[in-house]
C-alpha cells in the first residue's frame, strides 16, 4: 500500500509500505476512505520537534472496515467506521470515567500512522464507532472532523465549561479553533470571541457561530476580551495554540471563577505559579478524549445539524500529501484532506 513518510523537516514522502496486518486478536484493518494532515503534524514538519524518522504520518481516519482479529465482537468487515488519535479499550476506569485518550491500554495512532492506504487499528471494539449505514461522499469530511479536530474543540468547549449564555473566548484559528467555536454555540454560548487576523477563517469563524472577531494578541488581546466583557474577562477561554504567548494569553482573558480548556498540544509552556494563584481560573484540557464524545459528533453530522468538514479547504489525492504539508505550513490552507 502506499503511505505517507517522514524523512526529515520538510521532506514528506509517499511511498510503499508493507499491508497492514491482524497482529492481536482485538485489532482491525480499515481501508481508508479519507485521511488529513493534522497541525499537529507541523511540528516535526517544521523541526520543532525532532524526527525519528523515516516516520509514518497521520492519525485521522475514516474507512471501510477490511478484516477484524477473533476477539473483535461488535465492528465487522464491511462497517463505516470512525476512530479518534488513540485507540483506547473503552472498558477501564479511566475510559469508563470519560477519558479515553489516557486509557490504560491506548495506543497512539500516531505510531501506525493513518496517512496510508489501509491502517491497523488496536482495540478495535473500543476505539472505533461504526455509521447506521455507509455515508454519502458529501458526510465523509465532516466524519473525518470527528476523528480529530471536532472532538478536540468540542472538548476544549466542555472543558471550559461552556454553557448556556455565557461568554467564550477562543485563542486560535486552526481547524481546532474554529471547530471549538462550532461547539461553544451547540453547547449554547451566548457571546463567542474569536480570535483571528486571517480573513477566510474571521468569515468561517463567524458562520460557526462567532459573534465577535478579534485581530489583536497577547496583552492587547487579553485587553479586547476584557473590554467586551464589562473588564472582567470571559466566562470561559478555548485555547487551540499551544504556545507560552497563547496560554498565558487565554489564563489572563478568563474572568476569576472562569474556565480555561486547553486543547493545544503545549510546546515550551511554563505556568507563573503566582499569577495562576491569584487569577482563580479553572484550568482543564490535555489530549481530548474524542472517543467520549464521537456517537454523539457523528448524530449530530449524520442528521446535518453541524457541519464540521468545511475546515478542509484543500482537497489532495494521498499521492500528493507533501503539497497538503506545504500548503498548512504556509497557512494557505486551514486543513488539507487526503483521499487515498
Ligand atoms: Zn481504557
Same mark, same amino acid.
Given at each position: 500500500m502506499r503511505g505517507v513518510i517522514l524523512h526529515a523537516p520538510g521532506d514528506v514522502r509517499v511511498e510503499q509500505r508493507e499491508n497492514p496486518k $491482524?497482529? *492481536?486478536?482485538?485489532d482491525a484493518i480499515i481501508r481508508l476512505a479519507a485521511t488529513c494532515v493534522c497541525g499537529s503534524d507541523l511540528w516535526p514538519y517544521r523541526g520543532l520537534e525532532p524526527v525519528d524518522g523515516p516516520a509514518p504520518m497521520g492519525h485521522e481516519y475514516v474507512g471501510v472496515v477490511e478484516e477484524v482479529g477473533?476477539? $473483535? *465482537?461488535t465492528i465487522r468487515a464491511g462497517q463505516f467506521v470512525i476512530g479518534s488519535f488513540f485507540a483506547s479499550d473503552n472498558t477501564c476506569e479511566i475510559c469508563q470515567a470519560g477519558y479515553q485518550s489516557s486509557c490504560v491500554h491506548r495506543v497512539p495512532m500516531g505510531s501506525i500512522g493513518t496517512q496510508a492506504e489501509l491502517a491497523r487499528i488496536p482495540l478495535a471494539d473500543g476505539t472505533l464507532v461504526a455509521t447506521s449505514q455507509i455515508p454519502s461522499d458529501d458526510l465523509v469530511p465532516s466524519l473525518l472532523a470527528a476523528s480529530d479536530v471536532l472532538g478536540t474543540g468540542w472538548f476544549g468547549a466542555v472543558a471550559a465549561d461552556v454553557q448556556p449564555g455565557k461568554t467564550v473566548a477562543v485563542i486560535g484559528d486552526g481547524a481546532v479553533g474554529l471547530l471549538a467555536v462550532l461547539a461553544a454555540r451547540q453547547l449554547g454560548a451566548e457571546r463567542i470571541i474569536a480570535m483571528s487576523r486571517h480573513e477566510p477563517r474571521q468569515k468561517l469563524a463567524l458562520e460557526f457561530g462567532a459573534t465577535d472577531i478579534v485581530t489583536d494578541r497577547g496583552d492587547e488581546g487579553v485587553a479586547a476580551v476584557r473590554e467586551l466583557t464589562n473588564g472582567l474577562g470571559a466566562h470561559s477561554v478555548i485555547e487551540a495554540v499551544g504556545t507560552q504567548e497563547s496560554m498565558l494569553q487565554a489564563i489572563r482573558s478568563a474572568r476569576p471563577g472562569g474556565h480555561v480548556g486547553y486543547v493545544g498540544v503545549a510546546h515550551g509552556v511554563e505556568l507563573p505559579g503566582e499569577e495562576l494563584f491569584f487569577s482563580h481560573v479553572h484550568l482543564h484540557g490535555g489530549p481530548a478524549p474524542v472517543r467520549r464524545f464521537l456517537p454523539d459528533l457523528i448524530g449530530l453530522i449524520w442528521n446535518r445539524a453541524i457541519d464540521p468538514g468545511r475546515v478542509f479547504d484543500l482537497t489532495l489525492p494521498l499521492d500528493q500529501a507533501d503539497e497538503g504539508y506545504r500548503a498548512m505550513d504556509e497557512r494557505r490552507a486551514i486543513k488539507a484532506l487526503l483521499r487515498p
Open positions: $491482524v497482529e *492481536q486478536p482485538t477473533g476477539d $473483535v *465482537q
